[in-house]
């Protein structure tokens, strides 16, 4: 069976396609919802809040956080709906790892 793996890692798309023997396919949705403009803007601005949460620049690349814990808060539900979204559209035709659920509650 196809796996997903979900989780956060600067700056790459939250989603990651494994094949049946584990490789890397690449990141971005499964070709079932690749037509769903919906939930990939939803983990498209994801990515892009957390790619925020770091400087990287010629001098330095370091990890800066939220500004607010409320920010932080609205981060981590917006992530657990975009994943919930994705589990019920895909419907067990895959694998999910999800490494990012846990790290939000």
């Not at 809040?49 to 620049?57: D, E, G, S, T, V």
């Not at 920010?71 to 709906?81: G, N, R, T, V």
């Not at 975009?82 to 990012?100: S, T």
């Amino acid at each position: 069976m196809k796996e997903i793996r979900l989780l956060l890692d600067y700056p790459c798309y939250p989603v990651w396609l494994y094949d049946e023997t584990g490789g890397v396919i690449g990141t971005g949705l499964p070709d079932e919802l690749r037509d769903d403009t919906e939930l990939d803007a939803k983990f498209r601005d994801l990515q892009k809040r957390y790619n925020a949460l770091f400087i990287n620049n010629e001098k330095e690349f370091s990890y800066v956080g939220f500004q607010s814990d409320d920010e932080e808060q609205a981060f981590h539900a917006d992530m657990l709906d975009a994943i919930r979204e994705l589990k019920e559209k895909l419907n067990g035709k895959y694998e999910i790892v999800d490494d990012i659920s846990r790290k939000c509650k």
